[in-house]
């Protein structure tokens, strides 16, 4: 069993505990903050990703026009050489 203690002990121990669960508190934010500015690295980066991606998709689209545009004056020519033959 415990001895019994006076008011004052048992304040003070209350008074640890709670200073203690105060520091535990602030480390949590604090490793709160560092996740929450990673999470907002990482969704930074697949935006840029993403924006990356999207120019990369628009350049493969006139690529395509273009050749599609090649494609079609060159049967354009075909025929009128043939045509002229």
Avoid: F, H
Wanted: hydrophobic share 40%; with cysteine; charged share 30%.
């Amino acid at each position: 069993m415990m001895p019994p203690q006076t008011m004052e002990q048992l304040m003070a121990i209350l008074a640890e505990r709670d200073a203690a669960i105060q520091e535990r508190d602030l480390a949590l934010s604090e490793k709160k903050t560092v996740l929450a500015q990673r999470d907002l690295a990482i969704l930074e980066r697949d935006a840029a990703i993403v924006e990356r991606d999207n120019a990369l998709l628009e350049r493969d689209n006139v690529i395509s026009t273009l050749r599609y545009r090649g494609n079609s004056m060159n049967s354009c020519n075909w025929g009128m050489r043939k045509e002229n033959t």
